[in-house]
């Protein structure tokens, strides 16, 4: 194993919902904000029907 950042294809994956664990990617994304610790995500969890911030693993 090499610790190239490409190798894995999930790229587009931002996190799971921290409610029923669906993986949100880029285009459940609703909202993209900055804070001092990074990018941040709202996303609409397509199971839950809700707003969640994605958790990343
Ligand atoms: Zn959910």
New binding site residues.
């Given amino acids: 194993m090499t610790s190239d950042e490409n190798a894995n294809a999930n790229t587009d994956s931002l996190g799971d ?6 993986m949100l990617s880029r285009r459940h994304v609703l909202v993209e904000y900055e804070t001092a610790a990074g990018q941040k995500h709202y996303a609409e ?1 397509p ?2 029907q ?1 707003v ?1 911030r994605p958790q990343p693993e």
């Fill in positions: 919902c921290p409610h029923c664990e669906t969890c199971q839950c809700d969640v």
